[in-house]
C-alpha cells in the first residue's frame, strides 16, 4: 500500500478591512497577518510537513499568505495561482484539487473562507483525531491550517475520501494590528 496523499488546507492570514483596498481581491496582509502566517511556516517545518505543489487563490492577502509561510518554514514548492480559487465553493475547489493535483503527494490550497473549512470538513467527513475534530468545530479563523491525509487518487477525490489528522491556527507572538 502506498503511502496516503497529504492535503494542506489554509486559510488565509488576517487581511486588512475591505474599507482599506479598492476591491475585495487586493486587500493585503495586515503586520499581524504577516506574522502570523511566518508562525503558520514555522509550524508546517516543526511538524515535518512539506508541499509539492501549492494552489493560491490569486487575490493579494492569499499569495501574501504563501509568501509568509515560505519565508517562515524555508517551504519550496511550485506554486499555481488559480483564479477559481478566490472565494470559491467546496465543489470547486475539489475540482481546481482534481485537475492540479497529478502526481503530486502533498498539496496546500491556500484560499478564503467558507470554502477552505468547508473543504476540511466535507473531505473529512467527520474522519480523524478526536482533538483535531474538536479544534476544528470550534470555528476556522484567519490563518488556520487543516492537514488531511488522502486514500483515494486526487482525481477522485470526494467527500469523505481523507481523514483530519491536524488543525493548527498559527499566532505570532511579535505583532499587532
Known amino acids: 500500500m502506498t503511502a496516503p496523499r497529504q492535503l494542506i488546507v489554509i486559510r488565509h492570514a488576517k487581511a486588512a478591512s475591505p474599507e482599506s483596498a479598492e476591491a475585495d481581491h487586493e486587500r493585503p496582509l495586515t503586520p499581524r497577518g504577516v506574522a502570523d502566517a511566518k508562525a503558520m511556516g514555522a509550524w508546517l517545518k516543526e ?3 512539506s508541499v509539492d505543489l501549492v494552489l493560491c487563490s490569486t487575490a493579494t ?7 509568509g509561510i515560505v519565508e517562515g518554514g524555508k517551504l519550496g514548492a511550485l506554486v499555481e495561482h488559480d483564479p477559481r480559487i478566490y472565494n470559491a465553493s467546496v465543489e470547486r475547489l475539489i475540482g481546481v484539487i482534481r485537475e492540479q493535483g497529478k502526481s503530486a503527494r502533498s498539496v496546500a490550497l491556500v484560499g478564503h473562507a467558507p470554502g477552505i473549512p468547508g473543504l476540511a470538513a466535507t473531505l473529512s467527513e467527520g474522519r480523524g ?12 479563523p484567519t490563518c488556520t491550517a487543516g492537514v488531511l491525509e488522502v486514500e483515494a487518487p486526487w482525481k477522485e477525490l470526494a467527500a469523505g475520501t481523507a481523514e483530519l489528522v491536524a488543525v493548527h491556527t498559527a499566532r505570532s507572538d511579535d505583532a499587532s494590528d
Do not use: N, P, Q, Y
Not at 61 to 67: I, K, M, Q, V, Y
Open 47 to 49: 511538524r515535518g510537513i
Open 61 to 67: 492577502r492569499t499569495r501574501e499568505t504563501w509568501a
Open 129 to 140: 483525531d478526536e482533538d483535531e475534530k474538536l479544534a476544528m468545530a470550534s470555528g476556522f
